[in-house]
């Protein structure tokens, strides 16, 4: 099993910048991706973005220019640097990784949430 822990939200400014976190722990042989998603009050979650494995990443055009997603591939562990943030980002934002465990089977596993509140 895999257990993702997000960590870094909060309550910021608009115009202000937050860094997110998520450490993997457990029996993981290899990812294929980790990627950080959001919901808002009354509306799917979305795809904020994402990285593969070889370092390939993708962004929502709603964060484009202002949030970057990175690894630690060393560390097992992603990161959403947050900046510019505009009332419309305030939502929970959640860690996805998919992959292969040590026994090689298959998983897919969410974080519990942060939430991330932009407001004067």
């Known amino acids: 099993q895999v257990q993702l822990v997000e960590s870094g939200g909060g309550l910021v400014q608009p115009g202000g910048s937050l860094r997110l976190s998520c450490a993997a722990s457990g029996s993981i042989f290899r990812f294929y991706g980790m990627g950080w998603y959001r919901q808002a009050p009354g509306k799917q979650r979305e795809l904020v973005a994402g990285i593969t494995s070889s370092g390939i990443t993708n962004y929502a055009d709603s964060v484009k220019g202002r949030f970057t997603i990175s690894s630690d591939n060393a560390k097992n562990t992603v990161y959403l640097q947050m900046n510019n943030l505009k009332p419309e980002d305030t939502a929970v934002y959640y860690c996805?990784?998919?992959?292969?465990?040590?026994?090689?089977?298959?998983?897919?596993?969410w974080g519990q949430g942060t939430q991330v509140t932009v407001s004067s």
């Open positions: 996805n990784a998919g992959g292969v465990t040590g026994t090689g089977t298959g998983f897919g596993s």
